[in-house]
């Protein structure tokens, strides 16, 4: 093994002389084509923000479809007719913040401020898209709505006092009757169309669960309001149904219960005007119905012209009262002419 003696090592002359080499390389490598290093620079940083502002500016488009919500109509009207309940919206934002937003955030608010009764044309644009509540949210644009029109139709809206009537479904154990059938409140005030509620003459309860009954019992009854038709006061809206059973029942057959036919609005033909039916009630109740004094009705207003056949009517009884058997059924031809 060689050691290297002090006589065999660098002079210090000698290794100033190569850091100085050094130093003067370094320095050319910053100072050497100062011009071209700068302009190499500068293209560098343009390319570099040609880039950037790309990225920003590049979009995304999102297409759904959201409910229609109508806000502010006015407190004396009701809308009766929308023909749409969702329409189709075609939104681009830009790719920053698409990975934020949320198609379930958008909706379609139209403002019935100041419309009048009638049936009219509302023509949508971007003022009636909302996003997050936010009209015009920034960096959300609205390219396309479908439909971009809705027709509706506002009413004058009437407030009304109206009987509750019960109904039920099932049957009692046997040698059991229902005696009668209470509901408290028995009237409901309720809000709706003037042309929905001049014609309503009562209100039905939901079908109350009878089956098996033999015994008196209390339970909730809830109204099968009409479309359209809301309670004035919903806090109001508990109805109970107290039901009275007894086993003192009586079978009567009536014949020819006259058919009322309620709410025609064309001409028609009938097969029949009249309908026979097996009763079953108290006694007491039973034996005061005649042909006279009860009736069958057969409600006429949703029909258009044109042939029906095998309708039932209803024959209107106390509520202890039954139908067993009914007959014949009922043919209608209703004709193209109306009437008064």
């Known amino acids: 093994?060689?050691?290297?003696?002090?006589?065999n090592l660098p002079h210090p002359s000698r290794l100033n002389f190569v850091e100085r080499i050094a130093s003067v390389q370094l320095r050319q490598v910053f100072t050497r084509n100062p011009m071209l290093k700068l302009f190499s620079l500068f293209l560098a940083f343009l390319l570099w923000a040609v880039v950037a502002s790309q990225q920003r500016g590049e979009i995304t488009e999102f297409k759904f479809s959201t409910p229609v919500v109508l806000k502010n109509i006015p407190?004396?009207?009701?809308?009766?007719?929308?023909?749409?309940?969702?329409?189709?919206?075609?939104?681009?934002?830009?790719?920053?913040?698409?990975?934020?937003i949320n198609p379930n955030?958008?909706?379609?608010?139209?403002?019935?401020?100041?419309q009048l009764p009638g049936t009219f044309d509302y023509t949508l644009s971007e003022k009636d898209i909302a996003y997050n509540n936010i009209v015009n949210h920034q960096g959300v644009t609205v390219l396309q709505i479908s439909p971009s029109q809705i027709t509706m139709t506002l009413e004058e809206a009437i407030e009304k006092n109206v009987p509750i009537r019960a109904q039920y479904a099932g049957d009692v154990a046997t040698g059991y009757i229902i005696e009668s059938?209470?509901?408290?409140?028995?009237?409901?005030?309720?809000?709706?169309?003037?042309?929905?509620?001049?014609?309503?003459?009562?209100?039905?309860?939901?079908?109350?669960?009878?089956?098996?009954?033999?015994?008196?019992?209390?339970?909730?009854?809830?109204?099968?309001?009409?479309?359209?038709?809301?309670?004035?006061?919903?806090?109001?809206?508990f109805f109970s149904a107290s039901i009275t059973m007894s086993t003192n029942s009586q079978r009567v057959l009536l014949r020819n219960i006259p058919v009322k036919f309620e709410h025609v609005r064309y001409a028609f033909k009938s097969s029949t005007t009249l309908v026979n039916a097996h009763l079953e009630g108290p006694k007491e109740v039973v034996d005061k119905l005649t042909a006279e004094n009860v009736h069958a009705v057969l409600d006429l207003r949703s029909f258009a012209p044109g042939d029906y056949r095998g309708l039932t009517p209803r024959v209107v009884l106390p509520n202890a009262v039954k139908v067993l058997e009914q007959w014949p059924i009922v043919d209608l031809f209703i004709l193209q002419r109306k009437v008064d």
Do not use: C, H, Y
């Open 1 to 7: 093994m060689r050691i290297d003696s002090p006589t």
């Open 181 to 237: 059938i209470r509901v408290q409140p028995n009237t409901a005030l309720v809000r709706g169309p003037k042309t929905e509620l001049t014609d309503l003459r009562s209100i039905s309860t939901r079908a109350l669960d009878v089956e098996g009954l033999n015994t008196d019992v209390q339970m909730q009854a809830r109204l099968d309001l009409p479309p359209l038709v809301r309670l004035v006061k919903p806090e109001d809206g």
């Open 105 to 114: 955030q958008f909706q379609v608010a139209l403002d019935l401020r100041n």
């Open 75 to 100: 407190a004396d009207l009701v809308v009766t007719d929308t023909g749409v309940n969702a329409v189709s919206v075609l939104v681009s934002v830009e790719r920053s913040l698409a990975r934020n």
